[in-house]
T-cell receptor
Framework: GAGVSQSPRYKVAKRGQDVALRCDPI?????LFWYQQALGQGPEFLTY????????KSGLPSDRFFAERPEGSVSTLKIQRTQQEDSAVYLC??????????????FGPGTRLTVL | GDSVTQMEGPVTLSEEAFLTINCTYT??????LFWYVQYPGEGLQLLLK?????DKGSNKGFEATYRKETTSFHLEKGSVQVSDSAVYFC???????????FGGGTRVLVKP
């Protein structure tokens, strides 16, 4: 079956531009996560959805970052007024269940954002 | 808060050598532990996991045992292949059950 997909795969933005990154989770997966991976580092948590509800946004680095999942499926991560420090790979992951810590998260290929 | 520390790379090995990547963690309660692998040009893939103390996760010849007494989850493989060249990430999912907390990753290069 289809895995998690993300688009675009690569995005180049000029500093100050707004960008929108899309994630299509595995069909039927309740939970959706966004992570940010800087070059040479491990992914860091940004935000978490259970269906359409954003239950945890503690990892969003500033109020320029905004995420939504209005119908409980596709999610969009939006970054306003991009800065050079926003350059990273943005990873989306989904998991089947809504609770418990044993469930596996399945990752998409990521969107590499470069801010010039 | 939760944290994961893993050995820094790169680790360079010859084919058929033994591989160990150390991973230790700090967490409250009883986390689940994971190893993810990122092959060149590809996304993160789950390699193996263990959900309670003394569990052993295994896959593709790799093994890791959840050691609560030493808060460790070291990854091992007895005989590596060139195709095992990748970046390996240790991660935990805390008792609250949501986000993954990752280590910094260890790059492994296997030479023929």
């Amino acid at each position: 079956g289809a895995g998690v997909s993300q688009s675009p795969r690569y995005k180049v933005a000029k500093r100050g531009q707004d960008v929108a990154l899309r994630c299509d989770p595995i069909s039927g997966h309740v939970s959706l996560f966004w992570y940010q991976q800087a070059l040479g580092q491990g992914p860091e948590f940004l935000t978490y959805f259970q269906n359409e509800a954003q239950l945890d946004k503690s990892g969003l680095p500033s109020d320029r970052f905004f995420a939504e999942r209005p119908e409980g499926s596709v999610s969009t991560l939006k970054i306003q007024r991009t800065q050079q420090e926003d350059s990273a790979v943005y990873l989306c992951a989904s998991s089947l269940v809504s609770s418990g810590n044993t469930d596996t998260q399945y990752f998409g290929p990521g969107t590499r954002l470069t801010v010039l | 808060g939760d944290s994961v520390t893993q050995m820094e790379g790169p680790v360079t090995l010859s084919e058929e050598a033994f591989l160990t990547i150390n991973c230790t963690y700090t967490a409250t309660g009883y986390p689940s532990l994971f190893w993810y692998v990122q092959y060149p040009g590809e996304g993160l893939q789950l390699l193996l996991k263990a959900t309670k103390a003394d569990d052993k996760g295994s896959n593709k010849g790799f093994e890791a045992t959840y050691r609560k007494e030493t808060t460790s989850f070291h990854l091992e493989k007895g005989s590596v292949q060139v195709s095992d060249s990748a970046v390996y990430f240790c991660a935990l999912r805390g008792a609250a059950g949501n986000k993954l907390t990752f280590g910094g990753g260890t790059r492994v290069l296997v030479k023929p």
